[in-house]
């Protein structure tokens, strides 16, 4: 049997009536004509000790771009300062917006009046953006630390987001998320430090770290 006379994989798992895999062009969740009963917006949440939130969440916001999602990403530590690879990459990629609000790592700013203002501003922009429907996927990387600050009240990030409108998957990232944060979330995830280079005195690396 030659490889055209093989069925379909389609054909193998049902018919038309099923969408694994999907056809070449699908758009998934992102089209609203092919969402199914089991597409529901998602709050994620990434935390723990380890290495790997951020990059984690940016996998997931790879496979929504590829679906053809409407993406946005917020830094609320990192400055625009920072040539960080993944935004790099969404450029190259094209239809990911990226916003980076903060002035550096916070926790060495020499003015931390201004760091709030600046993840107070970042914040109120995600809330115009939620309250438009901008994006069907948001990464909001490292807000965990502004709340745990004090910068941006927990309250209101779970009223925004328990009350966000439309099809909107949202993913917060960072260390020591509030407790709120964990009971509003669908999904959960720690990551745990088992070892770190920065143990053997070996440096954060460019196209490891950043």
């Avoid at 998934?28 to 939130?53: F, H, W, Y």
């Avoid at 060495?108 to 309250?131: F, P, T």
């Avoid at 630390?145 to 004090?150: E, F, L, S, T, V």
Wanted: hydrophobic letters at 40%; aromatic letters at 8%; a neutral charge.
């Amino acid at each position: 049997m030659t490889a055209a006379d093989q069925p379909s994989q389609l054909a193998r798992h049902g018919g038309d009536d099923v969408d694994v895999p999907h056809r070449p062009g699908d758009q998934g969740s992102a089209e609203p004509k092919r969402r199914k009963p089991r597409d529901k917006p998602l709050v994620m949440v990434i935390t723990g000790q380890g290495k790997g939130k951020s990059t984690s969440a940016f996998g997931m916001l790879l496979r929504s771009w590829a679906r053809g999602y409407r993406c946005g990403v917020f830094q609320f530590v990192k400055s625009g300062k920072w040539k960080v690879g993944e935004a790099r990459a969404a450029q190259a990629l094209g239809g990911i917006d990226w916003e980076k609000m903060g002035d550096g790592w916070s926790w060495l700013s020499r003015d931390l009046d201004e760091s709030a203002d600046l993840a107070r501003e970042g914040w109120a922009e995600v809330k115009r953006a939620i309250a438009a429907e901008r994006y069907e996927f948001l990464l909001l990387d490292e807000i965990t630390y502004p709340i745990k600050w004090g910068w941006i009240e927990v309250d209101d990030v779970v009223a925004t987001l328990r009350d966000r409108p439309g099809f909107q998957h949202v993913v917060i990232t960072g260390r020591d998320a509030a407790p709120e944060l964990l009971e509003l979330a669908d999904l959960v995830s720690e990551v745990t430090k088992v070892k770190h280079p920065m143990d053997a005195g070996i440096r954060a690396q460019q196209g490891i770290e950043w």
